[in-house]
C-alpha cells in the first residue's frame, strides 16, 4: 500500500513529475495527486512524510530535506555545468531525481530495484546518442550513465551497444536527409484490452474504406512535393496503425498501390506493413503486399495462450496465427516480425515461459519483447498486474538469452509511463535485417513525415537532439476536413 508524501517546491521552476516519479520506486504518492485522482470523496489524504526541493541558483546545487515524522533527511546534489554556462534544465532535472532517491533511500533504509536507474524517458538511447556525440567514448560509457544516472551496468551497456549499432545503420552525416514515411490506417478489426492507441473499429461499407484511402492519396502527393522541395531521400516506407490489415482487399490493395506508385523510389531501403492481426489477414492481401515490393511485415502472436485472446479480445486463436505466418514464410517477404507481450492479463511465469520458447522456435527476422503498459485510455487501466515485476525482469532477460540463441541481436528499445517492473520494450533482429524506421521514430535523429490520422511528423534541428513536430488529428472526419490546412503546418516545420 503506498504512502503519501507532500511536497513544498521551492525551486521557482515545474518538479513534480521528477519528483513523483522517484519516489514511486518507493511506493510514496503525493498526496495531492491522491486526493485530485478521488475527487468526490470527502476528506483529505493525510501525508506521512514532508518533502521540500530547493535549487540555490549561485552554487548549482538541488538540496532536498525529507521529514518523516521527528526525523528530517537532507541531501544535495551538484549540477554540472557545461562550458562554464548554467547547467541545462536536463541537468537540474537529473539532480533532482538523485537528491530524492537518496533522501528516501535513507528515510525508508529500502533499495528498491531500479532497472533504469532513474530515467524515466521514453527514449533512452537518445540520451546515448548524445553522450556519444559529445565525445564520450563506447568503452567508457556505461560507467559514466552508471554514475551520473543510477543505470545498472548490463543496461548501461545494453543502451551503448545499441547506440553503436544504430550509428553503423544510419550513419550520423544522414541525419537531416534521409528520411521515414509512416502511413497510419487507425482501424482495428477489435480493440485489445490493453490498447491505447487511437484506433477505431474498421467501418464495413466499401464506401467509407474507399473515401479514407482517397484521403491518404491527397496526403501522399502533397508528401511528394515536401520531399522535392527540401532534396529529402526516403529510406523507409512504413504502413501502420491500428491494423492496415483491417480495410477490405480492395481498399488495402488501393492503399498499397497509392504508396507503391509515388512513393517507393530507388531509395528506399524497406518497405513495412503491420498485418498483425491474424484475424484480418488473407492470401489477396499478402498478394497484393508482395505486388507493391512489400519486404517486411509483423505479424504478432502477442502471446502463445488461446486464453489469453479471449481475455485480451483478440478475435484469433493460436492456429490461426501460425496459419498466417506459414503462409508469409511461404511468399516473396523476406523478414517477418513479431511482437510478445510480458505480462498480459491471466499469464503466470511459466505462460510467458512457454511463449518465448515458441516465439524463438519459429526464428523470425525480427522478435520485439514488450512488457505490459497499462495507459489510461487502455480498458486494463486499473487492473492489478498479476505478474510480480522482479519475474518480469527475469523473463525479459530470458527472452534476450532465447533471441541471442538464435542470432537476434537487441537493435532498438523505448520505454512507457505505467510500465511493469520500469522495463523496456526491447526489438530484436538478425544483422542485416533491423529496421530502419524503428531506429528514426524511436532515435528521432532522422526527419520523419507522417501521412494519415494520429501520424506524426518530426524534424530535427541542428543540434541532433531537439526536434519540430506536428500532429495529424485522431478523428478521421476532422482529418479530412482539415487536410489542405494540415499539409500546409506540415510543411512550414521544413521551411
Known amino acids: 500500500m503506498s504512502m503519501y508524501f507532500s511536497l513544498q517546491n521551492l525551486c521557482g521552476f515545474e518538479i513534480t513529475r521528477p519528483v513523483c516519479d522517484m519516489a514511486a520506486f518507493f511506493d510514496y504518492e503525493l498526496a495531492e495527486s491522491a486526493q485530485a485522482a478521488a475527487a468526490g470523496e470527502s476528506g483529505t489524504i493525510a501525508a506521512a512524510a514532508a518533502l521540500s526541493v530547493r535549487y540555490d541558483e549561485r552554487q548549482h546545487i538541488i538540496e532536498v530535506c525529507l521529514v518523516c515524522g521527528e526525523h528530517s533527511f537532507s541531501t544535495v546534489e551538484m549540477c554540472k555545468l557545461e562550458q562554464g ?7 537540474i532535472t537529473r539532480c533532482v531525481k538523485l537528491a530524492v532517491v537518496h533522501a528516501f533511500a535513507q528515510a525508508t533504509g529500502a533499495r528498491p530495484a531500479m532497472p533504469w536507474g532513474v530515467l524515466t524517458g521514453v527514449r533512452p538511447g537518445k540520451l546515448a546518442h548524445k553522450l556519444l556525440d559529445s565525445g564520450k567514448s563506447a568503452t567508457e560509457l556505461p560507467q559514466y550513465l552508471e554514475q551520473a544516472y543510477l543505470l ?10 545499441i547506440a553503436v549499432k544504430q550509428k553503423n545503420i544510419l550513419p550520423d552525416s544522414s541525419r537531416f536527409t534521409d528520411a521515414g514515411i509512416y502511413i497510419g490506417v487507425p482501424y482495428c478489426p477489435s480493440r485489445c484490452s490493453y490498447c491505447s492507441f487511437p ?23 502533397n508528401v511528394v512535393q515536401l520531399l522535392g522541395m527540401h532534396s529529402l531521400a526516403i529510406r523507409s516506407l512504413y504502413i501502420g496503425g491500428g491494423t492496415p490489415t483491417s480495410l477490405g482487399d480492395k481498399a488495402f490493395a488501393r492503399l498499397l498501390e497509392v504508396v507503391r506508385k509515388h512513393l517507393h523510389f530507388p531509395e528506399v531501403a524497406e518497405f513495412t506493413v503491420e498485418a ?16 507493391a515490393g512489400v519486404d517486411r511485415i509483423s505479424v504478432n502472436p502477442q502471446t502463445f495462450h488461446d486464453k489469453t485472446l479471449q481475455v485480451i479480445g483478440r478475435r484469433h486463436s493460436v492456429d490461426d496465427f501460425y496459419r498466417a505466418y506459414e503462409e508469409v514464410r511461404q511468399s516473396s517477404i523476406p523478414v517477418i ?31 520485439t519483447i514488450h512488457t505490459l503498459t497499462l495507459k489510461r485510455s487502455a480498458a486494463l487501466f486499473g487492473s492489478k498486474i498479476q505478474l510480480p515485476a522482479q519475474q518480469a525482469a527475469e523473463l525479459v532477460e530470458q527472452g534476450r538469452e532465447l533471441a541471442a540463441g538464435v542470432g537476434l541481436e537487441p537493435y532498438y528499445l523505448y520505454r512507457q509511463h505505467y510500465m511493469l517492473g520500469h522495463l523496456a520494450n526491447i526489438g530484436y533482429a538478425k544483422p542485416g535485417t533491423e529496421s530502419i524506421y524503428n531506429i528514426q521514430m524511436m532515435e528521432e535523429r532522422h526527419p520523419v513525415i507522417g501521412v494519415g490520422p494520429s501520424s506524426s511528423t518530426k524534424l530535427p534541428l541542428a543540434d541532433g537532439h531537439h526536434l ?28
Open 199 to 221: 484506433a477505431g473499429i474498421v467501418p464495413q461499407d466499401e464506401e467509407s474504406q474507399q473515401n479514407f484511402v482517397n484521403l491518404i492519396e491527397q496526403d501522399v502527393l
Open 152 to 161: 545498472p551496468q548490463q543496461q548501461g551497456e545494453l543502451l551503448t551497444n
Open 468 to 495: 519540430r513536430r506536428m500532429n495529424m488529428p485522431k478523428n478521421v472526419a476532422v482529418y479530412g476536413q482539415g487536410l489542405a490546412e494540415f499539409c500546409r503546418k506540415r510543411e512550414e516545420l521544413f521551411r
Open 337 to 367: 516480425n513479431m511482437d510478445l507481450i510480458i505480462g498480459l492479463p491471466g499469464e503466470d511465469a511459466a505462460d510467458i515461459d512457454y511463449s518465448l520458447h515458441k516465439a524463438v522456435e519459429l526464428v523470425p527476422e525480427n522478435l
Open 276 to 291: 498483425g492481426r491474424p484475424d484480418c489477414f488473407s492470401s489477396n492481401k499478402l498478394a497484393a503486399m508482395e505486388a
Open 85 to 91: 554556462s548554467e547547467p541545462t534544465g536536463g541537468e
